[in-house]
């Protein structure tokens, strides 16, 4: 019998150079001769540029150069994801502005001194002057007449407008019809900006080989083959010269895909001076200026019949863009987003419209979740609004609503095909594990008591595995999103699978070394995963959207088939048989009915390596390259619970259960899946109870260190009691779904309903995120003054 | 000036900035780079070291205020091959994921355990308040340290 490792919970092997600090990031890599640099950045949210000093710094100690932005003749940073259909607008993001800053960050110097002390020093001697403009921060003000303009050539500040929709005349009817004889229920939601906040800040090192003419940058990146595609766009070094090295990334979630100024910035001065340059932000710089996530103001509704049954949803909303479009900007608040909004249910009428819309902020892209977590917001808040007032149980209301297992693929009325799903199967496990019923009564009682007790209940569905290449030209993504793996096989047996994908702390050096172990029967130890580096990877398009096990893996498993249909060949050659009598079980290749006739995949390799003796036709050596470009996106899905008890006399939010329930298909590492879904819940559970972006009326930014922005810690959270089901994807070799952002989609919602239903017995209906203890007890004195319980 | 740092109980004699940090005289003087830096507020934890036994953050100390005294940095706990149990727990325990921020926790929950022992699961969460880590959602942290403190 084969055994298989696929499902079991080893060991990581990246951890031992993690665990003893042997480990490279990148500000870690000291080159010869290299020199830092230092970006001098905009105090004023919007301003003109009257002039700019730049003789002090020049003459300050270690200085090598001061530039502005009138001396750098790089192109601005392209936006790519160019949602069609929307009448886009995208302004120009120059890398250093020359004549107006447009948010409180904004580039408008670079110093390069010989350490970073002293290119602070002299970052701090640039007399820049300003005729300060007036700002906007909030999107919906944004676009009102009157609002001052954060780019001239972008009119109301709308970069774009996006309608998806089932039907316009069927969604309005199923208002109307509900307006008249069933029930409507209707919210504004602030989804709050957040802070991405990877521990590891971004950095750039930067060696230019004047000689070759070779330009290698070390990139915080968490795709490398799409940052070298824009800086080779950027400095004009072509690609074939132009090597980008994503080494030890420390998280990302999000805030790595982009390619920002700094790091062509940092790319252009190594060219210019002929040395190594490195740029570290600072965890200010960070907070001002790495992007943010959410940022939306929504009007959303709710249409169903007085039985609870769910006619349509509809939103509008407002998403902040920040005051460039970033990366892949655009296309958060539109595909990933209003393409969510039949979540897990059965919803025949849906639209969504999206209003991009400029500020002077930082720029806002994908944040964990980007975009899926505000539908999945919406959704689940409007189907509690609806319980609410239908005096109905919101997990029985759910239950009316969820689509009926399916396993290959589901028509949504907004034109996606859910891959796999049984909804049901996961709230029954969750309530059960909950004890609801038992919950309730506790709950009852405990209300008689006039304690606050509140249960949060979620059914979701998302979308990950970014996603067929044709879809994503389809909705204006400049670029693929297949990826390719390379499986090579060493004469003495070792492993080596080259991916393109790039992991930062998500475990593929592990999982995907599980997968090749499965196939090939190689030991884990015998397999390493190259990534990270694209002379050393083949292309492919990074790891975000939960992507790289869904897209990545498959290209992986192909490979490897391929090797092992190669070594089954070489192995039928050396025993004389034909392949088709040939079994394969652990590793070995065996004549079938003379189980002791075998060759191993070491043998075959060899033989296949030195090539003495082939079958007629067959090429030598042992390896196999494959592209995947996956048939659909994969949707995982779950239901999620949370018990909150809340102190009516400080308005704190203490949460003392959280369980959870997700279905990513069969998993091939237990204990990283939980990982992953462990800090999806603890980001989410941040967005619902502390964590959110401030900015002042004059766009300066409140929240700029990590002492005012409220990061989670260990001490707000029980212990996470986690489950599963196991719904294969019917398109994925493996069957295997993406996890990385199911907690954070499914968590804020969760927290945030919990709350609401202890609140309930108040009066109370929304409180603004984050339900800090301050607001919670406005809420609570509030509710009293007006004569709630 | 001058300074005398004994780190991972070797001794080096540096003649530095005044305003040099501990964490970049760890970083960039000497080339031990395992001490990472996440907030420069002295909020995250990410440069946990120790200083004469004791956890500090080093990005809110200066390096000649380590004249003369002890560091111990991540490079420095494991004895040879053999790991400590903290770092052995850690691995274990899927304690880390993208690894940022695990030397800085390694370095303060060892030091913690110095302080107590035997912690419960709630004294081992209020300890780490001083640590953040965005990835793991501290519930494998928390088993690593008490995994530790029972083999420790």
Same mark, same amino acid.
């Given at each position: 019998?084969?055994?298989?490792?696929?499902?079991?919970?080893?060991?990581?092997?990246?951890?031992?150079?993690?665990?003893?600090?042997?480990?490279?990031?990148?500000?870690?890599?000291?080159?010869?001769?290299?020199?830092?640099?230092?970006?001098?950045?905009?105090?004023?949210?919007?301003?003109?540029?009257?002039?700019?000093?730049?003789?002090?710094?020049?003459?300050?100690?270690?200085?090598?150069?001061?530039?502005?932005?009138?001396?750098?003749?790089?192109?601005?940073?392209?936006?790519?994801?160019?949602?069609?259909?929307?009448?886009?607008?995208?302004?120009?993001?120059?890398?250093?502005?020359?004549?107006?800053?447009?948010?409180?960050?904004?580039?408008?110097?670079?110093?390069?001194?010989?350490?970073?002390?002293?290119?602070?020093?002299?970052?701090?001697?640039?007399?820049? &002057?300003?005729?300060?403009?007036?700002?906007?921060?909030?999107?919906?003000?944004?676009?009102?007449?009157?609002?001052?303009?954060?780019?001239?050539?972008?009119?109301?500040?709308?970069?774009?407008?996006?309608?998806?929709?089932?039907?316009?005349?069927?969604?309005?009817?199923?208002?109307?019809?509900?307006?008249?004889?069933?029930?409507?229920?209707?919210?504004?939601?602030?989804?709050?900006?957040?802070?991405?906040?990877?521990?590891?800040?971004?950095?750039?090192?930067?060696?230019?080989?004047?000689?070759?003419?070779?330009?290698?940058?070390?990139?915080?990146?968490?795709?490398?083959?799409?940052?070298?595609?824009?800086?080779?766009?950027?400095?004009?070094?072509?690609?074939?010269?132009?090597?980008?090295?994503?080494?030890?990334?420390?998280?990302?979630?999000?805030?790595?895909?982009?390619?920002?100024?700094?790091?062509?910035?940092?790319?252009?001065?190594?060219?210019?001076?002929?040395?190594?340059?490195?740029?570290?932000?600072?965890?200010?710089?960070?907070?001002?200026?790495?992007?943010?996530?959410?940022?939306?103001?929504?009007?959303?509704?709710?249409?169903?019949?007085?039985?609870?049954?769910?006619?349509?949803?509809?939103?509008?909303?407002?998403?902040?863009?920040?005051?460039?479009?970033?990366?892949?900007?655009?296309?958060?608040?539109?595909?990933?987003?209003?393409?969510?909004?039949?979540?897990?249910?059965?919803?025949?009428?849906?639209?969504?419209?999206?209003?991009?819309?400029?500020?002077?902020?930082?720029?806002?892209?994908?944040?964990?979740?980007?975009?899926?977590?505000?539908?999945?917001?919406?959704?689940?808040?409007?189907?509690?609004?609806?319980?609410?007032?239908?005096?109905?149980?919101?997990?029985?209301?759910?239950?009316?609503?969820?689509?009926?297992?399916?396993?290959?693929?589901?028509?949504?009325?907004?034109?996606?095909?859910?891959?796999?799903?049984?909804?049901?199967?996961?709230?029954?496990?969750?309530?059960?594990?909950?004890?609801?019923?038992?919950?309730?009564?506790?709950?009852?009682?405990?209300?008689?008591?006039?304690?606050?007790?509140?249960?949060?209940?979620?059914?979701?569905?998302?979308?990950?595995?970014?996603?067929?290449?044709?879809?994503?030209?389809?909705?204006?993504?400049?670029?693929?999103?297949?990826?390719?793996?390379?499986?090579?096989? &060493?004469?003495?047996?070792?492993?080596?699978?080259?991916?393109?994908?790039?992991?930062?702390?998500?475990?593929?050096?592990?999982?995907?070394?599980?997968?090749?172990?499965?196939?090939?029967?190689?030991?884990?130890?015998?397999?390493?995963?190259?990534?990270? #580096?694209?002379? $050393?990877?083949?292309?492919?398009?990074?790891?975000?959207?939960? $992507?790289?096990?869904?897209?990545?893996?498959?290209?992986?498993?192909?490979?490897?088939?391929?090797?092992?249909?190669?070594?089954?060949?070489?192995?039928?050659?050396?025993?004389?048989?034909?392949?088709?009598?040939?079994?394969?079980?652990?590793?070995?290749?065996?004549?079938?009915?003379?189980?002791?006739?075998?060759?191993?995949?070491?043998?075959?390799?060899?033989?296949?390596?030195?090539?003495?003796?082939?079958?007629?036709?067959?090429?030598?050596?042992?390896?196999?390259?494959?592209?995947?470009?996956?048939?659909?996106?994969?949707?995982?899905?779950?239901?999620?619970?949370?018990?909150?008890?809340?102190?009516?006399?400080?308005?704190?939010?203490?949460?003392?259960?959280?369980?959870?329930?997700?279905?990513?298909?069969?998993?091939?590492?237990?204990?990283?899946?939980?990982?992953?879904?462990?800090?999806?819940?603890?980001?989410?559970?941040?967005?619902?109870?502390?964590?959110?972006?401030?900015?002042?009326?004059?766009?300066?930014?409140?929240?700029?260190?990590?002492?005012?922005?409220?990061?989670? $810690?260990? #001490?707000?959270?029980?212990?996470?009691?986690?489950?599963?089901?196991?719904?294969?994807?019917?398109?994925?070799?493996?069957?295997?779904?993406?996890?990385?952002?199911?907690?954070?989609?499914?968590?804020?919602?969760?927290?945030?309903?919990?709350?609401?239903?202890?609140?309930?017995?108040?009066?109370?209906?929304?409180?603004?995120?984050?339900?800090?203890?301050?607001?919670?007890?406005?809420?609570?004195?509030?509710?009293?003054?007006?004569?709630?319980? | 000036?001058?300074?005398?740092?004994?780190?991972?109980?070797?001794?080096?004699?540096?003649?530095?900035?005044?305003?040099?940090?501990?964490?970049?005289?760890?970083?960039?003087?000497?080339?031990?780079?395992?001490?990472?830096?996440?907030?420069?507020?002295?909020?995250?934890?990410?440069?946990?070291?120790?200083?004469?036994?004791? &956890?500090?953050?080093?990005?809110?100390?200066?390096?000649?205020?380590?004249?003369?005294?002890?560091?111990?940095?991540?490079?420095?706990?494991?004895?040879?091959?053999?790991?400590?149990?903290?770092?052995?727990?850690?691995?274990?325990?899927?304690?880390?994921?993208?690894?940022?921020?695990?030397?800085?926790?390694?370095?303060?929950?060892?030091?913690?355990?110095?302080?107590?022992?035997?912690?419960?699961?709630?004294?081992?969460?209020?300890?780490?308040?001083?640590?953040?880590?965005?990835?793991?959602?501290?519930?494998?942290?928390?088993?690593?340290?008490?995994?530790?403190?029972?083999?420790?």
């Amino acid at each position: 019998m084969t055994t298989r490792i696929f499902g079991s919970g080893i060991k990581r092997r990246e951890d031992p150079r993690l665990i003893t600090g042997q480990t490279r990031y990148t500000d870690d890599f000291q080159l010869p001769g290299m020199v830092y640099m230092v970006v001098v950045r905009s105090p004023h949210a919007h301003a003109r540029i009257t002039s700019i000093d730049i003789s002090a710094a020049k003459a300050s100690p270690g200085v090598v150069a001061v530039f502005t932005g009138q001396d750098v003749p790089l192109p601005g940073v392209p936006c790519a994801w160019l949602v069609p259909g929307s009448d886009l607008k995208t302004p120009a993001h120059p890398v250093l502005a020359k004549d107006t800053v447009r948010y409180v960050g904004d580039g408008v110097a670079i110093v390069i001194a010989t350490n970073r002390y002293l290119a602070q020093d002299a970052a701090d001697l640039v007399q820049v &002057s300003y005729d300060v403009l007036p700002a906007v921060v909030n999107p919906e003000d944004a676009t009102k007449d009157g609002a001052p303009l954060v780019h001239d050539d972008v009119p109301n500040n709308i970069a774009f407008r996006w309608v998806a929709s089932s039907g316009d005349e069927g969604v309005d009817n199923a208002f109307n019809e509900a307006a008249a004889s069933g029930v409507v229920v209707q919210e504004r939601i602030v989804q709050q900006r957040l802070l991405p906040t990877a521990m590891e800040p971004r950095s750039a090192v930067a060696q230019w080989d004047q000689f070759a003419e070779e330009l290698t940058v070390y990139s915080t990146s968490q795709n490398p083959h799409i940052a070298r595609f824009i800086l080779s766009a950027l400095t004009g070094v072509p690609e074939h010269k132009l090597r980008v090295i994503a080494p030890e990334v420390g998280g990302g979630f999000g805030s790595k895909i982009p390619v920002y100024p700094d790091e062509a910035l940092t790319a252009w001065a190594s060219m210019k001076l002929g040395v190594p340059v490195k740029w570290t932000e600072t965890r200010s710089e960070n907070y001002q200026v790495t992007i943010h996530g959410r940022d939306h103001i929504e009007y959303v509704e709710m249409a169903a019949t007085n039985e609870g049954k769910i006619t349509g949803i509809r939103g509008k909303v407002y998403a902040g863009m920040g005051a460039y479009l970033s990366t892949a900007a655009p296309g958060i608040p539109t595909i990933l987003h209003g393409l969510m909004y039949s979540g897990a249910y059965t919803i025949p009428n849906i639209r969504c419209e999206s209003i991009g819309v400029m500020t002077n902020t930082a720029p806002v892209d994908a944040y964990r979740g980007a975009g899926r977590p505000e539908a999945t917001f919406l959704v689940e808040r409007l189907v509690d609004r609806l319980a609410a007032k239908l005096n109905m149980d919101p997990v029985e209301l759910r239950r009316k609503n969820l689509i009926p297992p399916f396993e290959n693929g589901h028509n949504v009325a907004i034109g996606l095909t859910y891959d796999s799903g049984n909804y049901e199967g996961a709230l029954n496990k969750l309530l059960s594990i909950v004890d609801y019923d038992g919950f309730r009564r506790e709950q009852a009682a405990a209300r008689q008591q006039g304690r606050l007790l509140g249960i949060g209940v979620t059914t979701y569905s998302e979308i990950c595995g970014l996603g067929p290449s044709q879809v994503a030209g389809a909705v204006g993504f400049q670029g693929g999103l297949w990826e390719s793996a390379i499986v090579r096989v &060493s004469p003495a047996g070792k492993v080596q699978a080259m991916i393109g994908a790039s992991p930062h702390g998500q475990g593929e050096e592990t999982t995907f070394a599980q997968i090749i172990s499965d196939e090939l029967g190689f030991p884990v130890e015998d397999i390493e995963i190259v990534h990270g #580096d694209t002379d $050393r990877t083949p292309m492919g398009w990074g790891s975000y959207g939960s $992507r790289t096990t869904p897209v990545s893996g498959a290209a992986l498993v192909l490979a490897a088939r391929k090797v092992k249909e190669k070594a089954r060949a070489m192995a039928a050659h050396l025993l004389e048989a034909s392949v088709d009598d040939i079994d394969y079980a652990d590793g070995k290749f065996m004549v079938r009915g003379s189980p002791d006739k075998f060759k191993t995949i070491q043998d075959a390799t060899l033989m296949a390596t030195l090539a003495w003796n082939l079958p007629a036709g067959m090429d030598p050596g042992m390896e196999a390259s494959q592209f995947y470009d996956p048939p659909n996106f994969a949707y995982p899905f779950g239901a999620h619970a949370a018990i909150v008890e809340i102190d009516p006399e400080t308005g704190t939010v203490a949460l003392q259960r959280y369980v959870a329930v997700d279905d990513c298909g069969p998993q091939i590492n237990p204990m990283i899946v939980e990982g992953q879904i462990h800090g999806g819940i603890v980001q989410g559970v941040g967005q619902a109870l502390c964590e959110g972006v401030v900015y002042d009326e004059n766009g300066q930014l409140l929240t700029g260190t990590m002492m005012d922005y409220a990061m989670p $810690r260990a #001490d707000m959270f029980p212990t996470f009691e986690l489950d599963s089901t196991v719904t294969p994807s019917p398109h994925h070799p493996i069957g295997v779904k993406g996890i990385g952002e199911t907690g954070t989609i499914a968590s804020t919602p969760t927290i945030y309903n919990a709350v609401m239903d202890a609140l309930r017995p108040l009066g109370i209906e929304q409180i603004e995120m984050p339900l800090t203890a301050p607001r919670v007890w406005k809420a609570i004195q509030d509710a009293r003054a007006k004569g709630g319980a | 000036m001058k300074v005398t740092v004994t780190v991972n109980g070797k001794r080096y004699e540096r003649d530095i900035d005044p305003r040099m940090l501990l964490v970049h005289f760890l970083r960039e003087e000497l080339g031990l780079t395992g001490t990472n830096i996440g907030c420069d507020t002295s909020q995250c934890g990410a440069c946990t070291v120790h200083l004469d036994g004791k &956890s500090l953050k080093s990005c809110t100390c200066l390096a000649a205020q380590a004249d003369g005294r002890e560091v111990t940095t991540i490079e420095g706990l494991a004895q040879g091959d053999q790991l400590h149990p903290m770092q052995q727990a850690f691995w274990e325990k899927h304690g880390l994921q993208c690894g940022y921020c695990t030397p800085g926790m390694i370095m303060a929950t060892t030091a913690f355990l110095k302080t107590n022992p035997h912690p419960t699961e709630e004294e081992i969460r209020h300890a780490l308040e001083g640590n953040m880590c965005r990835c793991t959602g501290y519930q494998n942290i928390v088993a690593a340290v008490k995994t530790a403190s029972e083999r420790m």
